[in-house]
T-cell receptor, first 117, second 113 residues
């Protein structure tokens, strides 16, 4: 399978616990994105990596959230001290540089659904 | 904040009919993209239209872009039950540097067999 993969697919945790999600992008894509999606809404941008560099972070990404892409391949998103409001689908996407400097098509993984009890 | 706003938010049609969804946005863009999402799944990229393009086709999909009105439409012709999904427009700004892609809240399409 050469698409974007995410693990785990589902995570149930108790409030206050830490959770970590993993994303494996398409191998030749140097750009990686994390989004959060709640029911009935579109994906909300969280952060963006170009290779191993984290170039953009949303204000939605509080200090309890941290993302890494240590070798420019897979990425992890950690949420510390989870809150019930963190319950959402966390989506990862990857892309290659777009033509003429524009962002090209993003290829999404299946997402990790987080439920915080 | 969500830049794109899709209209209608929900649409129900009979199989074989055409489905039209609209997207409006606020700031100038580099490109606009349409995605499909089946329930509980990730998003699938459908089509990208650049700001200097007015119309684009891909199979049964036709996308138009009117930058003067800051709006786009997605037409699905001869709809099938398998087209049932949520459809999102996503815009990328053009004011330099990295401009994130911003998604709307989507149109939920139901195609009745």
């Amino acid at each position: 399978d050469t698409g974007v993969s995410q693990n785990p697919r589902h995570k149930i945790t108790k409030r206050g616990q830490n959770v970590t999600f993993r994303c494996d992008p398409i191998s030749e894509h140097n750009r990686l994105y994390w989004y959060r999606q709640t029911l009935g809404q579109g994906p909300e941008f969280l952060t963006y990596f170009q290779n191993e560099a984290q170039l953009e972070k949303s204000r939605l990404l509080s200090d309890r959230f941290s993302a890494e892409r240590p070798k420019g391949s897979f990425s992890t998103l950690e949420i510390q001290r989870t809150e019930q409001g963190d319950s959402a689908m966390y989506l990862c996407a990857s892309s290659s540089p777009g033509l003429a400097g524009g962002a090209g098509a993003q290829y999404f993984g299946p997402g990790t659904r987080l439920t915080v009890l | 904040s969500q830049q794109g706003e899709e209209d209608p938010q929900a649409l129900s049609i009979q199989e074989g009919e055409n489905a039209t969804m609209n997207c409006s946005y606020k700031t100038s863009i580099n490109n606009l993209q349409w995605y499909r999402q089946n329930s509980g799944r990730g998003l699938v990229h459908l089509i990208l239209i650049r700001s200097n393009e007015r119309e684009k086709h891909s199979g049964r999909l036709r996308v138009t872009l009117d930058t003067s009105k800051k709006s786009s439409s997605l037409l699905i012709t001869a709809s099938r039950a398998a087209d049932t999904a949520s459809y999102f427009c996503a815009t990328r700004g053009n004011s330099g540097g990295y401009q994130k892609v911003t998604f709307g809240i989507g149109t939920k399409l139901q195609v009745i067999p």
